[in-house]
């Protein structure tokens, strides 16, 4: 069967979700390899064996770690060279595409971005205009190099050896040109991923201030749900911006999404949209976030949110 | 210091956007045309840094004729002239192909930093950036909110999945910026007035030595297949808070089987 290199997102060997479900891609439409960059392979190991990955090409040292992402596409150009695979999958993330756009270049492939599902010929269908069309597209020339949106493929375990193959290239000086000199890493606590997470429970402008979005922390950490936030809370420095949801910020696409003292900008639907259930708390009866609604509940969230929570806590014993 | 700042023109996000139906590429000619958001942030910095370190503004962009109005409107920012980069050849282009089209006219350019918005509100592949750093071998220093220019040199802070990393390297230099940089101004009157009389350069493929045959949709590295659209959501139920909105939601959760 035809290989298929899935490129793995992890952070010091911590796999995230993503790299499972391109994994099971993979494996529908060929044989699953994945390429890891820099440390922690021992770690990740398990999982890329539980999902399925033959093997793992693994590239380690600074030079695919230290500079912004060139290397890794050169290493990658490198194993598309040697290994002929049928297509390359990639994370749809920031990095991730940006290191599918160099490897185009250099394999003279084609790419389509934010796939969120990939059938048989590699035919990819995408999710465009906040949502609004759904497009098939294909690679044309080259070799398919495909974004996978998170969360939109699910997960299935299969056993694989994950065998380890250390794989390396001279990375040329052009690719070591732009140097990382420091990385700063903010704490996310126990919270599950924003763009993995099955429920996210976003906030506002009208949450406040800082300090009231324990108010949704409460709420989201009661249903084991991430915390995301709109622009307007984010720009305020009310909720660090990793965690901004739309245009601009994260895509989620979660079984339920939560929006509280959000009025549902263009921006920020452009994120959300796609999300299966919707649900809004806002004062403003003529919010347009209640045009998406499936449930919506006009009204004061601090008056609103809390006595969710507490309904769920009661609920659940 | 002389910045380029590549602009692309696109559908109003407020308008209904649509593909057309003939050769499945974006309806541009039926929407009001904007300046890409991302890119006001992009021409800010670019003024910005010209403004503090001395030097000139042009602004690229390609596409069709009426591109040339968000040139336009660039110049009113500021910016000092204008590349429009114009041709039938050019109608339907990927990422790829637009890579190489904007890095063949870079080329033919004297620039020491160009500056790109991280992504387009219509596509938003936020790939032509990395691809156009790749062509020209130049440092990548992409999804910036905060750049710096040192002695003879470039530092930016990289938004990531996780924080932030900082990114040092030399000039000439490719950068894109996110929106938490910086405020766009607004073009003034004396500013709309003085664009009207800035230069705006106009090329076609040939005279920068792009190959034909390379772009468009002909040439495409990908195609789409088909399109359709997806029925818009329907409003669910809405009630007013009563004193039990939370209960009632509650109710709701629970009968989705969420809770
Ligand atoms: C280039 C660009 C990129 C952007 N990218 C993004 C993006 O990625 N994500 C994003 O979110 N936005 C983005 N925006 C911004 C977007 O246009 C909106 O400004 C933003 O989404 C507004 O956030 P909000 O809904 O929290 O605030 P507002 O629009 O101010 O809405 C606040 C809502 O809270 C309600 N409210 C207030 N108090 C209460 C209360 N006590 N109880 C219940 N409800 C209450 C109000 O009725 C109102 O509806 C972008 C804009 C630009 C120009
Ligand atoms: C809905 C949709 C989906 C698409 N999907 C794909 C796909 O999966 N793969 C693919 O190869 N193509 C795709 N395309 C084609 C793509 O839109 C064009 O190739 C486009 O010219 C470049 O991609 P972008 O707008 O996403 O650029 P981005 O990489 O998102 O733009 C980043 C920055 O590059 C600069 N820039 C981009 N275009 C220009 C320009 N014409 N002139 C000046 N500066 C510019 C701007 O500074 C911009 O902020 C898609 C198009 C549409 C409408």
Known sequence: MAEILVVVDHLDGDVKKVTLELLTKARELGEASAVFFGEGFDKAKEKLAQFGAQRVYVAEGEEYTGYVVAPKAELLAKLVAEKAPAAVFVPSTAEGKEIAGRLAVKTDSGVITDAVDIAEGFVCEQSVFGGATVVHSRVAKGTPIITVRPNAIQPVAADGPAERVDVAVEVSAAAKAARIVDRVVQPRGGRPELTEASIVVSGGRGVGSAENFAVIEKLADSLGAAVGASRAATDAGWYPHQYQVGQTGKTVSPQLYIACGISGAIQHRAGMQTSKTIVAINKDPEAPIFELADFGVVGDLFKVVPQLTEEIEKRKG | MKIVVCVKQVPDTASERKLSPADKT?????????????????????????????????????????????????????????????????????????????????????????????????????????????????????????????????????????GHDVVEAGLPAVVSVVEKINEPRYPTFKGIMAAKKKPVQTLGCAEVGIEADKVGLGAAWSVVEDFADRPPRQQGTIVTDEGDGGVKLAEFLAAQKFI
């Open chain 2, 26 to 162: 974006l309806d541009r000619a039926s929407v009001e045309g904007v300046i890409n958001e991302l890119d006001e942030y992009a021409i800010e910095e670019g003024l910005r840094l010209a403004e503090a370190h001395g030097g000139e503004v042009t602004i690229l962009s390609m596409g069709p004729d009426k591109a040339s109005e968000s040139i336009r409107k660039a110049l009113s920012m500021g910016a000092d002239k204008g590349v429009h980069l114009v041709d039938d050849a050019l109608h339907g282009s990927d990422a790829v192909a637009t890579s190489y089209a904007l890095a063949k006219v870079l080329q033919t350019l004297e620039f020491d930093l160009v500056i790109f918005g991280s992504e387009s509100t219509d596509a938003r592949t936020s790939v032509v950036p990395a691809m156009v750093a790749e062509r020209l071998g130049l440092p990548q220093l992409t999804y910036a909110n905060k750049v710096e220019i040192t002695g003879g040199g470039i530092k930016i802070q990289r938004q990531t999945e996780y």
